[in-house]
T-cell receptor
Framework: EAQVTQNPRYLITVTGKKLTVTCSQN?????MSWYRQDPGLGLRQIYY???????DKGDVPEGYKVSRKEKRNFPLILESPSPNQTSLYFC????????????????FGPGTRLTVT | GDSVTQMEGPVTLSEEACLTI???????????LFWYVQYPGEGLQLLLK?????DKGSNKGFEATYRKETTSFHLEKGSVQVSDSAVYFC????????????FGDGTTLTVKP
């Protein structure tokens, strides 16, 4: 089954304790992205990757790191989490978002609910 | 940068009523436009899309037309069902920056029997 998986689904942690949220896709997609969803703010893009070893900042990259060493995986790293990073996080993948006919739909994971106390 | 503005919600309708959710955008280049739907406790899934001006996307009775002259992509359905209750997001990608994706704030739709 074609899917995007995220782990963990739920995480409660304390300020400053480094954490990693994993994301994996089995569709051989070149494009992957991370979003956070907050009430009243919709989805905001954190980082995206057009291909292996190619990453770029989205609209809200502060406090986050990513890496794309393999095509299927795109982990999100919070090196020193703070309470304002409490949110619902989604990973997504796509064949590509280059614009016009080269923009394809994104497939979303089930989400990771993170609470930082 | 690019932006997407959705009509504010929540929206509550009776079954079989007509639905319109407004969406306007600001972008340069040749963005593609999307509507995604999110059911409770789930991730987003594509509802429909349009990749160029005057394209009409349609799926499950929902329709939206890419209007470049009014920079709009309004979502419409002629007769909603209780099962359409969800959060709807308008989104664009491939505009000013290839690879960047911009979402609206989402509109919560509740359909009552």
């Amino acid at each position: 089954e074609a899917q995007v998986t995220q782990n963990p689904r739920y995480l409660i942690t304390v300020t400053g304790k480094k954490l990693t949220v994993t994301c994996s896709q089995n569709m051989n997609h070149e494009y992957m992205s991370w979003y956070r969803q907050d009430p009243g703010l919709g989805l905001r893009q954190i980082y995206y990757s057009m291909n292996v070893e190619v990453t770029d900042k989205g609209d809200v990259p502060e406090g986050y790191k990513v890496s794309r060493k393999e095509k299927r995986n795109f982990p999100l790293i919070l090196e020193s989490p703070s309470p304002n990073q409490t949110s619902l996080y989604f990973c997504a993948s796509s064949m590509g978002l280059a614009g016009g006919p080269f923009s394809y739909e994104q497939y979303f994971g089930p989400g990771t609910r993170l609470t930082v106390t | 940068g690019d932006s997407v503005t959705q009509m504010e919600g929540p929206v509550t309708l009776s079954e079989e009523a007509c639905l319109t959710i407004n969406c306007t955008y600001t972008a340069t280049g040749y963005p593609s436009l999307f509507w995604y739907v999110q059911y409770p406790g789930e991730g987003l899934q594509l509802l429909l899309k349009a990749t160029k001006a005057d394209d009409k996307g349609s799926n499950k009775g929902f329709e939206a037309t890419y209007r470049k002259e009014t920079t709009s992509f309004h979502l419409e359905k002629g007769s909603v069902q209780v099962s359409d209750s969800a959060v709807y997001f308008c989104a664009l990608s491939g505009g000013t920056n290839a690879g960047k994706s911009t979402f609206g704030d989402g509109t919560t739709l509740t359909v009552k029997p």
